[in-house]
């Protein structure tokens, strides 16, 4: 009998979806409690490296997960899929919030810095170095194979849209731009995400609300269309919007991996004076992830009016702000995809390292022995997204997507339900 990944994807989804709004019950909706604890932190603490901890998670979210994430979902699912990505986003955030609790709660030093995250919040609170060991492996395909390849083709596919350079040879340089950042160290990485997430945000904001303003008399007919799309069956019919669904979760899903036990990799590295305040930052990032960036970029998609299907994810992007502003839209354009994929490349390369070097305390490997086949099978990935095209980098997506999400909610639940018996 034939497996439709499809059907398996949808079932997985809506499992993680049910599952969220558990936690998030459970836990007393976090959600709300949030702002005000982050503000009561930051005012506590100015300049705390939790913040910038939070930056550096920010800048592997804020990649292609928003700007890919967000045009495939619209042209696979229809504009209905906006309002599943943010009814998602509000629930999973819950996610977000438990594990990472427990990346920081289970989090070890390992030379002169912090590392954490599922492989060791299984490892130490479930006692089970198999299981451990397993979801490393799962992560380290996750950021190597998985979800680089997306990444890198988008890059390649900004600069060849302008530029008649082989994506082979812009494919060859970006791996050498990488590794050159990558190869100085976690404190490099940090540096990097921290200038250019605050800015790449700001930016892409002002230009996309300077052009829903220009468009004004559209946006409350973009609204209407996008929650008929979402909730109206009589009008698109049950299969319609049971794809809206499944593509706006897993579209969101992949904004913000909240509940995937791949942020709790860069959170672990945190030194929080509390693991619930690292929980309540992660929730924030889930916030600026989904409910604001991935929603106004949805609305704005929608506002434009452009024919989909004549599109195949980041250059629907490309094209509106070509039609708007001309050869300066396309340059700017050009300019978010690269910089919003950038950053997430060397965002999850830190997420499979830290990763990596959990099969150096359990199976007793040399660290510099683990990041070193490490970075080959990363530069494998870098590859894979020079040689492949944006449907299969996607298929590549939804398949860590599957893997990760459906372990980490068993091993969360079995987490917490060990917890409460100590």
Request: glycine fraction near 8%.
């Amino acid at each position: 009998m034939k497996i439709d990944l499809e059907h398996v994807l949808t079932i997985i989804m809506i499992f993680i979806f049910i599952t969220s709004i558990g936690w998030t019950i459970y836990l007393k909706f976090p959600q709300f409690r949030t702002i005000k604890k982050v503000q009561e932190f930051n005012k506590k603490y100015p300049n705390h490296p939790v913040y910038k901890t939070f930056l550096v998670s920010l800048a592997t979210n804020l990649g292609t997960g928003n700007l890919v994430g967000v045009t495939t979902g619209i042209i696979m699912g229809g504009p209905g899929v906006i309002i599943w990505m943010w009814i998602f986003g509000f629930f999973s955030s819950a996610l977000a919030y438990i594990e990472n609790v427990y990346a920081v709660k289970y989090q070890e030093k390992i030379g002169s810095e912090f590392r954490g995250g599922a492989c060791y919040y299984i490892l130490k609170g479930l006692n089970s170095p198999v299981l451990s060991i397993l979801f490393a492996g799962f992560l380290l395909l996750t950021n190597t194979i998985f979800f680089p390849p997306i990444q890198v083709n988008t890059i390649i596919s900004a600069f060849t849209k302008i530029l008649p350079i082989s994506k082979y040879l812009i494919g060859i340089v970006l791996i050498i731009v990488i590794l050159l950042i990558v190869l100085k160290g976690t404190s490099k990485i940090i540096d990097v995400t921290n200038k250019i997430v605050p800015i790449m945000t700001i930016t892409f904001m002002t230009t996309i609300i300077f052009l829903m303003v220009m468009h004004y008399q559209t946006f409350v007919d973009s609204i209407i269309l996008i929650v008929n799309s979402a909730f109206n069956v009589k009008a698109m019919g049950i299969g319609l919007i049971i794809n809206a669904v499944s593509v706006g979760i897993r579209r969101s899903l992949f904004s913000h991996e909240a509940g995937l036990g791949t942020m709790p990799s860069i959170t672990g590295m945190s030194n929080a004076p509390t693991p619930d305040i690292q929980g309540y930052f992660a929730v924030m990032g889930v916030y600026v992830d989904t409910l604001i960036m991935c929603t106004i970029t949805g609305i704005f998609i929608v506002q434009m009016n452009m024919d989909y299907s004549l599109y195949d994810g980041a250059s629907l992007l490309m094209g509106i702000f070509m039609d708007n502003l001309g050869l300066f839209g396309l340059i700017m354009g050009i300019f978010f995809l690269f910089i919003f994929a950038f950053s997430s490349l060397i965002g999850q390369y830190y997420l499979g390292e830290s990763n990596a070097l959990l099969f150096t305390k359990v199976l007793k490997i040399s660290p510099k022995k683990v990041i070193n086949i490490y970075r080959i099978i990363f530069i494998i990935g870098l590859i894979l997204g020079i040689i492949l095209n944006m449907n299969e980098t996607i298929n590549l997506v939804d398949i860590g997507l599957l893997i990760l999400g459906f372990t980490n909610m068993i091993v969360l639940i079995k987490l917490e339900k060990r917890s409460k018996k100590i």
